[in-house]
């Protein structure tokens, strides 16, 4: 059963943030939230992860609510290239992670 | 560029005849992974290796087998294809020893097979 949940799809204006929200209500301590996208017929990439606290890198940032059952995933200027599906994951270090549906990104100019 | 490389990219077979579908990466990660996409799904996990170790999940069918040779590459038999098998598989890597894991999957570009 899915972890998580997203909605099926979102849209966004080009250069604007993009909020991408995921409930993860039945997380447990020692389980992380990993985000990954996917391009068109290509592999999924792996964007950023994190277990409590808020992440930032090159590519987003991640922001977990302190009760840690939801987090947002934000991409702070969007280009048309960030259209993408976009899949909110959870699960402990070290084991094999099992994607959801994900969301579908379109951004448009 | 460290990379995992997925062969063919595209593969057609026809029904019930072997094939075998190849991963390498430069990445010396121990953990290697395979996972299939049907059309507008999400990738689903069919087993991965942890160094040697196979782990298979519990819903993936007989048919698929895979192997690893060693730490370079892993392979993903298809005993008899049928039209249901028809996907994208997909391979990624990841590194996990004690006390250290590299966060990140890293994927192939895939492999696209076609039944016919």
């Known amino acids: 059963d899915a972890k998580t949940t997203q909605p099926t799809s979102m849209d966004c204006a080009e250069g604007r943030a993009a909020n991408l929200p995921c409930n993860h209500s039945?997380?447990?301590?020692?389980?992380?939230v990993y985000w990954y996208r996917q391009i068109h017929s290509q592999g999924p990439q792996y964007i950023i992860h994190?277990?409590?606290n808020n992440e930032t890198n090159e590519m987003a940032s991640l922001i977990i609510t302190e009760d840690r059952k939801s987090s947002t995933l934000i991409l702070p200027h969007a280009t048309l290239r960030d259209t993408a599906v976009y899949y909110c994951?959870?699960?402990?270090?070290?084991?094999?992670?099992?994607f959801g549906k994900g969301t579908t990104l379109s951004v448009s100019s | 560029d460290a990379m995992v490389i997925q062969n063919p990219r595209y593969q057609v077979t026809q029904f019930g005849k072997p094939v075998t579908l190849s991963c390498s990466q430069t990445?010396?990660?121990?953990?290697m992974y395979w996972y299939q996409q049907k059309s507008s799904q999400a990738p689903k996990l069919l087993f991965h290796?942890?160094?040697?170790?196979?782990?298979n999940e519990a819903d993936t069918p007989d048919n698929f087998q895979s192997r690893r040779p060693n730490t370079s590459f892993c392979f993903l038999d298809i005993r008899s294809p049928g039209l249901g098998d028809a996907a994208m598989y997909l391979c990624?890597?990841?590194?996990?020893?004690?006390?250290?894991?590299?966060?990140?999957?890293?994927f192939g570009s895939g492999t696209r097979l076609t039944v016919v």
């Open positions: 990624a890597t990841s590194a996990w020893w004690t006390g250290v894991y590299n966060y990140g999957y890293t």
């Open positions: 039945t997380i447990s301590g020692n389980e992380y």
């Open positions: 994190g277990l409590k």
């Open positions: 994951i959870v699960g402990q270090a070290g084991t094999a992670l099992i």
């Open positions: 990445l010396n990660h121990n953990v």
């Open positions: 290796y942890y160094d040697k170790d196979f782990n």
